[in-house]
Structures are given as structure tokens and as C-alpha cells.
């Protein structure tokens, strides 16, 4: 079954996955997981690419999303 985008309000289908990475201070999006995971965030196309990541922290996007 598809999954829908994380966001409040948004009621799109889910395209990705974000996970943030604490030690590294980096956020990665990646194509969407293959079930949903309790510390992933699911998100849209459109969440996906205009996520903008914590103060100083980087932000990774898998080329497939970009």
C-alpha cells in the first residue's frame, strides 16, 4: 500500500525517505524505504526537494530525488 508524505496536512503520496544522521549533523533523503520505520520521516516530491535542513547541518539528497 502506498504511504503518504509525513508533513501535516499533506496529503500527497510518499516518494522518500528522510533520516537525520546526529553524530554527523546530516540530513539524507533517500528513495523511499521499503516500510515505514518509526525514526524515518516519509515525504512528497515536493517536501523532498525543498527541505531545508537544521542550522549547520547538512543536507544529502540521493541523485535519483534531485
Do not use: M
Request: aromatic share 6%; proline share 6%.
Amino acid at each position: 500500500s502506498e504511504r503518504l508524505c509525513s508533513k501535516p496536512a499533506c496529503t500527497q503520496i510518499a516518494v522518500a525517505t528522510l533520516t537525520f544522521e546526529y553524530a554527523t549533523s546530516t540530513a539524507v533523503i533517500g528513495p523511499l524505504s521499503a516500510r515505514a520505520e518509526p525514526h524515518a520521516h516519509d515525504l512528497c516530491r515536493e517536501h523532498a526537494k525543498n527541505f531545508v535542513g537544521p542550522n549547520g547541518w547538512q543536507v544529502v539528497i540521493h541523485a535519483s530525488l534531485a
